[in-house]
């Protein structure tokens, strides 16, 4: 639930989120570095674009 109430709070697309979230991570497997966490962040520039469609634009 803080997942989803942290990608509302900074405005994104929780479902686009999510399936960025559920696709990146599998991949980095058991020790992600800091950087790759970092990356994944709800406030990181680096999150994909169909993340940052803005959550009141989803509803």
Do not use: F, H
Not at 15 to 34: A, I, M, R, S
Not at 35 to 44: G, H, N
């Amino acid at each position: 639930m803080s997942i989803i109430e942290t990608a509302k709070r900074n405005e994104l697309d929780v479902y686009g989120y999510l399936l960025y979230l559920l696709t990146v991570l599998p991949k980095w497997g058991k020790d992600p570095t800091e950087a790759q966490l970092k990356s994944v962040m709800p406030w990181s520039m680096a999150l994909p674009a169909y993340c940052r469609k803005m959550y009141k634009e989803v509803q």
